[in-house]
């Protein structure tokens, strides 16, 4: 029977630990579509980091558990003392369980397709040093920076980051790169998918056309309009569609940052690190190239989301 409390205390520390980044990861995989990804470009599918750091925990409190529950009953005294040390030791079990998923409240998010899949227009080792390395360490700082705090979707930090430290960079960071993987495809994917009416005409009604749209955008994504390092978008605001450049990584979503929040459906990377590997100081090549690589379904689906909710883009991670 105390064997049985302390197994039940150690599940139900960790359902209770786990269930805010539950409904989070609920969230962003209803409104996220993979249909548009044929199977062969997607990863074979696994066990996300975060479940399997979890299940390692269980597995080790189970085995603790046991060995206590044994050696208690091994021993002749089965009295209140032995019953209470069953109990707190299935207590700090739980605590121990409970403690990476607080601590780790945003995780980097697995992309949708391999590292290599949107050659030859970004290579892989480019992929794979963007989305493993800096994206990661975005994602441990604002970690780090929010540890012990009331968890917070991503998306929900980013409307008073400039007033929130760490946030701004970290938080924008991780934000900005999940949204940037979720809009790309493999070529012969992206060259499939299409603006949907509703985008097209917005596109028109505030660029003139995709192409005046496309130009603009390059020129809005050029060193000398966005110096150094920072990101370019196309975002839903008041008055249509604008073309905003942010730099560092600050976006359109922060209160401050431009003359009103306004909200991204399209957005690049224009970081050194996203292209220097394959481009080198070749910025403008880079931009004109990455069309190839947009997917229009998933950023009509953006316009879609933006249009009818009046706000952000949820993201995984």
Same mark, same amino acid.
């Given at each position: ?44 599918? &696994? ?7 979890? =299940?390692? $925990?269980? %597995?080790? *409190? /189970?085995?603790? !558990? ?79 920076? &929010? ?7 991503? =998306?929900? $930090?980013? %409307?008073? *980051? /400039?007033?929130? !430290? ?79 450049? &942010? ?71």
């Amino acid at each position: 029977r105390s064997f049985a409390i302390l197994i039940l205390a150690s599940c139900w520390m960790l359902a209770s630990s786990s269930i805010n980044h539950a409904k989070h990861q609920a969230r962003t995989r209803n409104f996220i579509s993979l249909t548009t990804f044929d199977k062969s470009y997607r990863h074979q599918p &696994t066990i996300p980091t975060f479940t399997m750091t979890k =299940l390692s $925990l269980a %597995l080790s *409190a /189970l085995a603790v !558990g046991s060995a206590s529950a044994f050696s208690m009953n091994m021993k002749a005294d089965t009295g209140a003392n032995s019953r209470r040390d069953i109990l707190q030791k299935g207590a700090a079990i739980a605590t121990a369980i409970a403690a990476p998923a607080a601590a780790n409240a945003y995780a980097v998010p697995d992309l949708l397709y391999p590292f290599d899949a949107l050659e030859p227009f970004i290579d892989a080792p480019t992929m794979k040093i963007h989305h493993d390395k800096h994206h990661a360490t975005y994602v441990a700082n604002i970690n780090k920076a &929010t540890e012990g705090k009331e968890e917070v979707d991503i =998306l929900e $930090l980013q %409307l008073n *980051a /400039l007033e929130a !430290g760490p946030v701004r960079n970290s938080g924008g960071g991780h934000y900005n790169h999940a949204f940037f993987w979720d809009e790309m495809a493999p070529p012969d994917q992206a060259a499939k998918s299409k603006i949907s009416p509703e985008l097209e005409a917005a596109i028109e009604k505030s660029f003139g056309s995709v192409d005046e749209m496309k130009a603009k955008f390059e020129a809005q994504a050029a060193p000398g309009a966005v110096f150094g390092s920072g990101w370019v978008w196309v975002c839903v605001s008041s008055d249509g569609l604008k073309l905003v450049g &942010t730099p560092n990584q600050d976006n359109p979503l922060m209160k401050g940052v431009t003359d009103e929040v306004m909200f991204p459906i399209l957005g690049l990377d224009v970081w050194e690190h996203a292209y220097y590997l394959k481009y080198q100081n070749r910025r403008p090549e880079y931009v004109s190239a990455w069309w190839n690589v947009v997917n229009w379904d998933k950023v009509s689906e953006n316009f879609a989301y933006v249009s009818e909710k009046k706000a952000g883009v949820p993201v995984r991670g």
